[in-house]
Structure formats: C-alpha cells, structure tokens
C-alpha cells in the first residue's frame, strides 16, 4: 500500500481489478471511451461485445500490454501503471488468450510448467524435475476436477476445451488473483463450453476474481456475476446479476431498440 493520503482505502470491497472511465484511442480510432469493470474475488465480471466493440483493448489494458489513455486503472486500489505483461503476472493477473501459447507436440506436464520449471540437484548435475512436473500437473489437473487419460500426451492432441482448462487449471496453480479469459468458448461446441464453463466457476470457487471476455450472453448468464456490455468502443450497459435478466441481457446484445427498429422496418417491406 502507498502512504499517500489520498489513495483509496482499502475495504472488503475493495475490488482486485478496477477500471474507471477508461479510454483507449489508437491516434484517432476510438477502441474504448468512458469503460468501467469491477473484478472482485470470488466473483466473474462478463464483458459482452460484438466484433470491434473493443474486448480485445480492454484485455490489452488489464494484461499490461497497452497502456489506457483517460481514466483509472486500479489494482487492489492503487493506480496501477502495468510496463508489460511480465508486470501484470507479478501483479497476479494471469490471460489466457484464445489461441493459448501451447508447445503442441510436447506432453500436458511440459506446456504446464513451461517457462517456469522446476529444477533439482545443482551445478553440472542441476536439471529439470520431471517427476515432480508429472506428477503437479496430474494433482493440480485433478483438483480442479479434470481427469486427463495420461499427462505425458502431447498437449496437441487435447481437444479445445481441454487445452482451456489446462489453462486455467495453470493459473490458478502459479497464483494468479485475477484470471483474464479471452473467448475461452468461442471455437467450442455445446458440450465443450460446458466442461470449460464449469472450470472457470472452479477458478471462480478457488477465490479469484475472473474476467470473463465472450460475445455469448447464454454462456455469460450461467456463470457471471456483473456484466458490462461494449457497443462500439462505449459502455452500452452494467448490470449486476440480479439488475438484469438472461433474456434483458439476450436483447441488449442482439441490438435491443436496434433490432426493433429493424423488425419493423422488414415487416413494412
Ligand atoms: P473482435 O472481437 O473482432 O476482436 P474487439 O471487441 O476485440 O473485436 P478491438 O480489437 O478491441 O475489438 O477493437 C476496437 C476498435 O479499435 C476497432 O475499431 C479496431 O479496429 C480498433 N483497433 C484495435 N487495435 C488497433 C490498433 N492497434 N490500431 C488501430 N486501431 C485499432
């Protein structure tokens, strides 16, 4: 915490994450105006948003790969000026991308640890604990509840919603506060959706606070706690959960008045 007297106090309430009225302008492209998200513990904050309504430039913020331009980022109530992602993972923000940056013909252990190995024994003798890299990432994998055949598969060979979950499983391993998922069932079917669904309330339960990036309100609504909905790079809606309905929500993001207006405009055609 900083000593200066006018930083925030910090309450029970005081969110992990927090972005106040942010902006982002890429020269004189609006990607973001006036956005605001609260990530608390324990809790999911869905961000909902067409293509182009921005969701990859508030990730880009939270994740330390973009500075904001206007606003207040926050992180546990301090303002928070992120360099590069390393700093957010210091942070405790952990984002799994979409297109997970997984080694595919090295087995489930090697892609968990990746980059952050353990090693035994020292000098000349000093190498990687395989064993105990297996053996972490099948009890880490079984305690958020997925039951891989073999973790000495090639992470290639996984399906989609696995590789998510393994993802996530990862995170929450390495100790991240704050979990950042972007469109993690985007590419999934029904059932996959629903198995990497599960994983994030289990993200959820652990205690981190999860941002849930999508464009589906259906997948949104069956986990989320807060919702903000993105139209074009301004905030178009935030609701609480019990502010909004599955089928409010449905609306907003099908275009709501929009799609009124064009409903009435085919009938008269
Ligand atoms: P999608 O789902 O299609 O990826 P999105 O919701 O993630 O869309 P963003 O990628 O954040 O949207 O883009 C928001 C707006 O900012 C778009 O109009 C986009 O063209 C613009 N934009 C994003 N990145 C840049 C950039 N590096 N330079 C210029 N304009 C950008």
């Given at each position: ?146 039951d891989l055949r073999d973790v ?118």
């Amino acid at each position: 915490m900083t000593e200066e007297t006018d930083a925030t106090p910090v309450t029970e309430r005081t969110p992990l994450v927090e972005l106040d009225d942010v902006s982002k302008y890429y020269g004189n492209i609006r990607a973001l105006e006036g956005v605001s998200l609260e990530v608390h513990a324990g809790e999911i904050s869905c961000v909902l948003g067409d293509n182009g309504a921005g969701k990859s430039t508030l990730i880009k913020i939270i994740a330390g790969l973009h500075r904001h331009d206007a606003g207040a980022f926050r992180i546990e109530g301090e303002d928070a000026k992120l360099g590069s992602p390393r700093e957010a993972l210091d942070r405790g923000i952990a984002t799994v991308y979409q297109d997970l940056a997984v080694v595919p013909l090295m087995p489930v252990w090697r892609n968990f640890f990746l980059g952050s190995e353990p090693t035994k024994g020292v000098g000349p003798f000093k190498r990687m604990d395989v064993d105990l890299m297996r053996e972490t990432t099948r009890a880490e994998l079984l305690r958020m509840g997925i039951d891989l055949r073999d973790v000495d598969q090639p992470i290639g060979t996984l399906s989609g919603g696995e590789r998510q979950c393994v993802a996530i499983a990862r995170a929450v391993y390495f100790g991240a506060k704050v979990l950042v998922l972007d469109e993690p069932t985007a590419a999934l079917g029904v059932k996959q959706s629903g198995v990497v669904l599960k994983y994030v309330a289990a993200a959820r339960d652990a205690g981190l606070g999860v941002v849930l990036i999508t464009h589906n309100p259906h997948h949104a609504y069956l986990v989320g706690n807060r919702f903000v909905l993105l139209k074009r790079g301004t905030m178009s809606g935030s609701y609480t959960r019990d502010e909004i309905s599955l089928d409010d929500l449905t609306r907003e993001m099908a275009g709501g008045s929009e799609l009124d207006d064009l409903r009435h405009e085919l009938e008269r055609r």
